[in-house]
């Protein structure tokens, strides 16, 4: 079945980066949109950027654009999230999704989704 991993969250000082992984596995990888998203606490889960089949075109929410960088590794399997500038208002816990090539259409919609990772928690120290 279709499983996703994701590491690398933690406690950060605000300015500073972290870099989130996510191992997809019992899928062909290179056959779907990678998306993250976030909740922060008492919030809705949020669109935060995704990846379309090559990696040529990542749609960011006006809230990380310039700050975060979405790529991902086809050989690997794994999507990344590089978070640079980070703001404590950054502070949730990030979710790796895998789509189908309809769900670019509504990227940002959480319900497009079936499968997602388990969250990691990334905290931002003011």
């Known amino acids: 079945q279709v499983q996703l991993v994701e590491s690398g969250g933690g406690l950060v000082q605000a300015g500073g980066s972290l870099r989130l992984s996510c191992a997809a596995s019992g899928l062909t990888f290179s056959a779907y949109i990678m998306t993250w998203f976030r909740q922060g606490p008492g919030q809705e889960r949020e669109f935060v950027a995704g990846?379309?089949?090559?990696?040529?075109?990542?749609p960011y929410v006006d809230s990380v654009k310039g700050r975060f960088s979405i790529s991902r590794d086809n050989a690997k399997d794994e999507v990344y999230l590089q978070m640079n500038s980070l703001e404590p208002e950054d502070t949730a816990v990030y979710y790796c999704a895998v789509g189908t090539g309809s769900s670019w259409f509504q990227i940002w919609e959480p319900n497009e989704y079936t499968y997602w990772g388990q969250g990691a928690q990334i905290t931002v120290s003011s």
């Open positions: 990846i379309n089949w090559t990696g040529n075109e990542t």
